[in-house]
T-cell receptor, first 110, second 113 residues
Framework: GIQVEQSPPDLILQEGANSTLRCNFS?????LQWFHQNPWGQLINLFYIPSGTKQNGRLSATTVATERYSLLYISSSQTTDSGVYFCAVKVGGGADGLTFGKGTHLIIQP | DSGVTQTPKHLITATGQRVTLRCSPRSGDLSVYWYQQSLDQGLQFLIQYYNGEERAKGNILERFSAQQFPDLHSELNLSSLELGDSALYFC????????????FGPGTRLTVT
């Protein structure tokens, strides 16, 4: 099946810092989503981005489908950004659900 | 709030027992998905239903089964529970197939003792 690799696995930053999270995938996809799992366990949709670039406030994402990677940018980090960020993909052409990466655990210190 | 609801929020039960988890999708969504999140396996896709019919199967154990009812709500049945079934179970929904954006419910935390 498709492989999804996220990096870095852990990231500790000071409030106000910027960060880039990466997601590499091993096959062509027709769905790619970024999620934030907060400390209460809830999975919050950040972006649906199988290709192209999107921005939402301090967050933006870019997916280069031909090169099989996606990037999530977080600017001016706040403590509420802490949590685990997951990339999830669905391989093109198959009947399947989302395949998740192992996530990036982000800690923002005040 | 994603619009997807799940009940119960927490469930504690003993090994060998059977439980049922319930999910109501967002209004207008036809597809429902079930996922399991455990410490050793991460987030895994279990099964998808579309408008009442099973559409795709992932890593779902034979002891587990699901269905989607005419009102589009779904239930995940877990039987002969083992300690290793302890996990967070998520339901997600999308307007149609899996190429569309999926929205996740708050999850049901199952603890098997």
């Amino acid at each position: 099946g498709i492989q999804v690799e996220q990096s870095p696995p852990d990231l500790i930053l000071q409030e106000g810092a910027n960060s880039t999270l990466r997601c590499n995938f091993s096959d062509s996809v027709n769905n790619l989503q970024w999620f934030h799992q907060n400390p209460w366990g809830q999975l919050i949709n950040l972006f649906y981005i199988p290709s192209g670039t999107k921005q939402n406030g301090r967050l933006s994402a870019t997916t280069v489908a031909t090169e099989r990677y996606s990037l999530l940018y977080i600017s001016s980090s706040q403590t509420t950004d802490s949590g685990v960020y997951f990339c999830a993909v669905k391989v093109g052409g198959g009947a399947d659900g989302l395949t998740f990466g192992k996530g990036t655990h982000l800690i923002i210190q005040p | 709030d994603s619009g997807v609801t799940q009940t119960p929020k927490h469930l504690i039960t003993a090994t060998g027992q059977r439980v049922t988890l319930r999910c109501s999708p967002r209004s207008g969504d036809l597809s429902v998905y079930w996922y399991q999140q455990s410490l050793d396996q991460g987030l895994q896709f279990l099964i998808q239903y579309y408008n009442g019919e099973e559409r795709a199967k992932g890593n779902i154990l034979e002891r587990f089964s699901a269905q989607q009812f005419p009102d589009l709500h779904s239930e995940l049945n877990l039987s002969s529970l083992e300690l290793g079934d302890s996990a967070l179970y998520f339901c997600a929904s999308s307007v149609a197939g899996a190429t569309y954006e999926q929205y996740f419910g708050p999850g049901t935390r199952l603890t098997v003792t």
